[in-house]
Structure formats: C-alpha cells, structure tokens
C-alpha cells in the first residue's frame, strides 16, 4: 500500500507540517502539493468545499507525495466513510467532546473488527493500491479535535480510546470555550494552560498531538516543542496576507 509520509515521519520522531486548504480548487490543491507539505489537509467544514470539489482536490494531491488528509465537516460516519472512500489517508474530525464521541468517529475509520466502517474504498484503491484493505486501518490517521472545556475535561478518556492516533486542537474554539475571544494564537493565561494540559496528557497516553498554528514562525515553535501534526493557517489567510503585503507597497505614498 501507498506509504502515509504522517506515520513515517512519526516513526522517526518527527514532527508532520500540513497545509489547510479551504478553497474550492484542485489546481489551488495541486500548487500546495508541489512543495515541502508532509500532508495537505482539505477543510470540509470550515472550508468552502464540497464533497465532489473534495474529490477532485484528492486527486490533484494525490499527483504529489504529501499525504492527502481531510477534516470531516462533522463526526457523522457517513461522511467520514466517503471521504476515506475517496482517498483520504487521514481524518480530523471536530468538537470530540467524550469518549463516546470518539468510539464513534475512530470506528467509522476502521474496518471491523476494529471498527465498524463498511467496505467500498473506490478511490482509496487507486490512490492506495490493490492490499487497501490489508493495510488501511494501520494507514489511516484519526485525529480528534479538542476544542471545548467539555473535551479537556473528558481528556483521559478520549485518548484512551483504541484507535485514535492523536487530538488536534482547535485554538479558536478552545478559547471561545473558556469565554474569550478567538485569537489564533493563544494568548490568555487559562487558553494557554488549557492547551499545555492537552498536550501533557495526550502524551503521556503515547497519543500525537496536533494544534493549528497562524505562522510558519508559531509552527516551528510547535516542533520544538514536541506537537506531531501543525498546520500553518490557511490557503485564504495566506493569499490574504500576501495580496495586503504586496498592496501595501504599491500604495506606500
């Protein structure tokens, strides 16, 4: 089967940067496959995509070797099935708030007697190879996002739950959570001990962690200091913030 570049990365003690792609478009897709990304992340929920749009983008990633990971708009099986159906080798699935939760979305990933996904890969053959089933439940990434007080306050439980390779937290929601503003980074004391908390539990039940960062410079950070799956913002922010950074010196008076 095609390699995950996340899981041979994490076999060697690295950390795995992803793109977060939130545009419709699988030329947009293709352009961040082409450079340095472990792993290109295609944002159902927040991002303006479809599932078909999704499809096409999978296939522009799938050109290149960054493995090709999707965020489910919600923890419905149904979804989650389809995305993988169509080629994606890792799934990060929003506000996991229990155990329960969790049980719900690691099984839909996994082919029984793991979990209870139903059989039908389609395009997860052709991106992964004719021993799909043989090796998709150790291929797939299941990542759950911690974003709430209520989901720090299940922790324990969440990250014992088999299956689940790591937490991804969602550093926007998590402050909202705790009755602050969305901030990207975080910046209040309780948002920045809630997410140490995160991370020092997750570890210490051998489960990855993941957080998304607003900066290349906030992402190295988070290498250093041991988080297994980053993101750097987002395709829109960044064209953004390009287009304003170049403007700005075209109107400089």
């Not at 937290?169 to 809630?194: F, K």
């Amino acid at each position: 089967m095609r390699e995950n570049r996340v899981h041979r990365l994490w076999a060697e003690g690295k950390g795995a940067v992803t793109a977060w792609v939130t545009i419709a478009n699988s030329y947009n897709a293709e352009l961040y496959a082409a450079e340095d990304f472990d792993a290109i992340t295609i944002d159902l929920q927040h991002g303006m995509i479809s599932f078909q749009q999704a499809i096409e983008m999978l296939q522009a990633v799938s050109t290149r070797s960054p493995a090709p990971f999707a965020r489910a708009p919600w923890n419905d099986p149904a979804a989650i099935m389809k995305l993988l159906d169509g080629g994606a080798y890792g799934i990060v699935c929003p506000m996991i708030n229990s155990a329960e939760e969790c049980e719900r979305f690691v099984g839909a990933c996994r082919y029984a007697p793991a979990g209870y996904r139903s059989f039908g890969p389609a395009r997860g053959v052709l991106h992964g190879g004719p021993d799909y089933f043989a090796h998709a439940n150790s291929t797939i990434v299941t990542l759950a996002m911690i974003e709430t007080r209520k989901a720090v306050d299940n922790l324990a439980e969440i990250v014992s739950v088999p299956g689940l390779d790591g937490v991804y937290i969602g550093p926007n929601d998590l402050a909202i959570s705790l009755g602050y503003e969305p901030s990207g980074e975080p910046v209040e004391r309780e948002v920045i001990e809630a997410v140490d908390a995160i991370f020092r539990i997750a570890k210490g039940k051998g489960v990855k962690v993941g957080i998304h960062c607003p900066s290349g410079e906030s992402t190295r950070k988070r290498l250093d200091q041991g988080y297994d799956f980053i993101a750097i913002s987002n395709d829109a922010r960044l064209l953004s913030a390009a287009a304003k950074r170049e403007l700005a010196v075209v109107r400089r008076p």
